[in-house]
């Protein structure tokens, strides 16, 4: 794709990024409220609950290749509207069957599959539309932006989440993602349309998806850096599962506290994405990227320490520890995905990368699940936080340990 002209992107990129800021403001408070709902009003087990976080994930498992194929083929700007559409229309459902009262534990899971679905086919459009309206030379900066103010999102969704599921009831409160999904898509539509460099991607589906799995695995640096994502991630997914249920369960936190507590994984997102652009120019950026996996392990076991009271405060260092490691990976190597790839591969790569990747995140929450039904959920904390140190040791042993930079 090529860049538009730098004062029209500038405008442009804002204009994404505020549809972005306003729909994760909606992410962060849904994912509060729906495990809430799970736990508090259809007194779900922490395997049901695990249901539901392999369902919101399990979509890249299911479409995360062939979304590269549509994101290439179909009008970007187009699709990225109607995906919010249809995450708006999904978790509207939920109010609906509340309202009703035949809302049950199965539809949740549902609407957490359909919301999965759609988001793959955004999320893949989003990083493939990035480098259309952004010039090249800015986008580490852009990433970090964006990260930051992922990272503020976080900070403030979960506990506006917290507050709203103790002020309006967890039902109500899905309301405000409903509202998110379609300010972004108002402001999405209004964008320019990226124009695609070259020619359209031609040749079967299975052929495109094949060249996208090819150039990744090909790629020996982007394939180590795709391997400890995928680690990284198995360890988030089994995060979704235990955080709300461990909270609420194990150590007795209300709602709005949960909601606080799950908001200080935005502290470190926000601290990561600000010393990124920093610690790459000091350090390089693969030295980076094996300081900041060290870093997130050794914070993550601090997480299942925790105590009740006070203790709190243990879980809350560790949590925003181990993001701020996860969000300087993620910047570092989602950017030179995207400056390496080139443009007629962009969405295919990210689609692999994002299959591969986040495809382990429903696993890493129905074996969190499984673990914790059979230790306990502290128990099952303290060896999924053990296990972070997978990642550091995968990038140890690759490539990355003998660069300075991700060339």
């Not at 999320?123 to 932006?145: H, K």
């Not at 999924?384 to 060339?407: E, H, N």
């Amino acid at each position: 794709m090529t860049t538009l002209d730098r004062h029209a992107a500038t405008g442009a990129f804002w204009r994404y990024w505020t549809a972005s800021t306003i729909s994760n403001v909606g992410d962060a408070v849904t994912a509060v409220a729906l495990p809430l709902l799970a736990v508090a009003t259809l007194h779900a087990t922490t395997f049901q609950v695990s249901l539901i976080a392999a369902a919101s994930y399990v979509s890249w498992l299911l479409i995360g290749l062939p979304a590269g194929v549509l994101v290439a083929r179909l009008p970007l700007r187009g699709t990225q509207v109607a995906m919010d559409l249809l995450r708006a229309l999904a978790l509207l459902s939920i109010p609906a069957a509340a309202a009703l009262g035949v809302l049950r534990l199965p539809q949740l899971v549902v609407v957490a599959l359909v919301v999965g679905l759609a988001s793959v086919v955004f999320f893949v459009g989003n990083s493939t539309l990035l480098p259309a309206i952004v010039p090249a030379d800015q986008l580490t900066g852009r990433n970090s932006l964006t990260s930051g103010t992922h990272a503020v999102t976080q900070l403030s969704g979960p506990s506006l989440g917290g507050v709203l599921v103790q002020a309006v009831g967890a039902v109500a409160s899905l309301l405000f993602d409903v509202v998110s999904y379609l300010v972004s898509a108002i402001l999405l539509a209004g964008l320019p349309r990226p124009r695609r460099t070259g020619d359209a991607p031609t040749g079967s589906p299975l052929r495109m998806i094949a060249d996208g799995l090819r150039y990744v695995a090909r790629h020996r640096l982007m394939r180590s850096c795709v391997a400890a994502a995928t680690l990284v991630n198995f360890v988030c997914g089994a995060l979704l599962t235990l955080t709300p249920v461990f909270l609420v369960r194990t150590l007795g936190a209300a709602p709005g506290l949960v909601g606080v507590l799950m908001a200080t994984e935005g502290v470190g997102s926000l601290v990561g994405a600000a010393l990124t652009p920093r610690i790459a120019r000091r350090l390089g950026s693969a030295r980076a990227l094996l300081l900041a996996g060290t870093v997130a392990a050794v914070l993550a076991l601090l997480m299942p320490l925790a105590r009740s009271g006070w203790g709190l405060l243990v879980f809350a260092a560790g949590n925003a520890g181990f993001a701020a490691g996860v969000v300087v990976l993620s910047v570092l190597t989602r950017t030179h995905r995207q400056t390496v790839t080139p443009p007629e591969l962009l969405s295919r790569v990210m689609a692999t990368v994002r299959f591969v990747s986040w495809g382990a995140i429903p696993l890493g929450a129905l074996v969190a699940g499984l673990v914790a039904s059979a230790v306990g959920n502290r128990d099952a904390l303290a060896v999924i936080c053990a296990f972070t140190f997978a990642t550091p040791l995968v990038l140890a042993v690759g490539p990355v340990r003998r660069q300075r930079d991700l060339d």
